[in-house]
């Protein structure tokens, strides 16, 4: 089963130096690319220079995440596709227990390996830690990583399990059923995109995976700083996007809705805090949100699962309840 492992570039010049070697070193079994969203640096020219081996896939334009894969993986012919941030470091035999679980499982469509920090490679990475979830409101979290509380692996995660979602920052997919979902939603632009889109596998039967005997180190917020406002803006209106599009019909508009108030909250403890470029990031996404409310409405599919989420509130056990990690849920 022969894989394609697609890096997506835009002026990464920098982030290609330090960690394509890995890539190279420890994927001889698989074919690289680097798919640029049309830098204006000289990481393409950089690339052909030194790793003549890589393909290079050069996208028209900045689409962003999601547009930018839509666009380059048409032209792959391999059977599973690995989309793979440019700042992440691979290790040796990552892809060997991948390509088994897909040889061995046909239900299963995407897998995530371990993630971990490789600002501090005792710990679990913010995005995707040990495999995602969602909770009752659609809020995000991973075994590893609940907001912003990381936990240190002492192997408490070492198993193989059917997870909600795999991050996008190290994510495999059949070819064959990215191309069934059609890819990835470009009105997303990025963040949480991936989510959305395991979330549509899942409500057509598909299964997603964790597998922890494959390691990889994500520097995380390599191209754009958690703490931008635009990072606030984009994951406050793309998961409302996806709640829109996604929900089971009798939950969507009762879980929008409170969804809405907590955003509010949100909102209100940046507006405390005098971080007011956030407090606006948060209004901007919910207008946004509601002028696409539509054609959101539109995209939903013929089948929602109703078991897609852990019962629980999330915001409700941290911030209330004090659990921290995924153990205490």
Not at 50 to 78: C, M, R, T, W
């Amino acid at each position: 089963m022969n894989i394609a492992i697609v890096i997506l570039n835009w002026n990464g010049k920098k982030l290609l130096e330090q960690f394509l070697p890995s890539v190279i070193a420890f994927s001889q079994e698989a074919t690289i690319y680097v798919a640029d969203n049309a830098s204006s640096d000289a990481s393409v020219s950089y690339v052909r220079t030194h790793f003549p081996e890589v393909i290079i896939i050069q996208n028209e334009k900045n689409g962003g995440y999601a547009k930018g894969y839509n666009d380059a993986l048409p032209s792959i012919d391999e059977a599973i596709f690995c989309l793979l941030n440019s700042d992440i470091e691979v290790t040796e035999n990552w892809l060997a227990p991948i390509r088994s679980e897909f040889e061995s499982n046909s239900k299963t469509a995407i897998i995530q390996p371990k993630i971990l920090d490789f600002k501090q490679k005792t710990h679990f990475e913010y995005a995707g830690a040990a495999g995602g979830f969602i909770d009752k409101y659609g809020y995000p979290f991973c075994r590893g990583r609940i907001f912003h509380t990381l936990e240190e692996d002492n192997g408490q995660y070492n198993d193989s399990l059917q997870i909600f979602w795999a991050s996008g920052a190290c994510l495999f997919i059949r070819k064959a059923v990215f191309q069934k979902l059609n890819g990835f939603d470009e009105d997303f632009f990025a963040h949480q995109e991936e989510i959305d889109l395991c979330w549509r596998a899942f409500n057509l039967g598909y299964e997603t995976k964790y597998i922890s005997e494959s390691v990889v180190y994500h520097v995380g917020g390599a191209t754009l700083d958690s703490l931008h406002p635009k990072k606030t803006y984009l994951n406050f209106r793309n998961s409302l996007c996806m709640l829109a599009k996604n929900l089971p019909k009798g939950k969507l508009f009762p879980i929008i809705f409170s969804r809405l108030i907590l955003d509010g909250i949100a909102a209100i403890q940046f507006l405390v805090q005098l971080r007011f470029k956030h407090f606006a990031a948060i209004l901007k996404a919910h207008f946004h949100f509601y002028a696409r409310l539509p054609k959101m409405l539109k995209k939903r599919g013929e089948t929602q699962q109703k078991q897609y989420f852990q019962q629980k509130s999330i915001v409700f056990l941290y911030f209330v309840k004090g659990k921290k990690t995924y153990s205490e849920l």
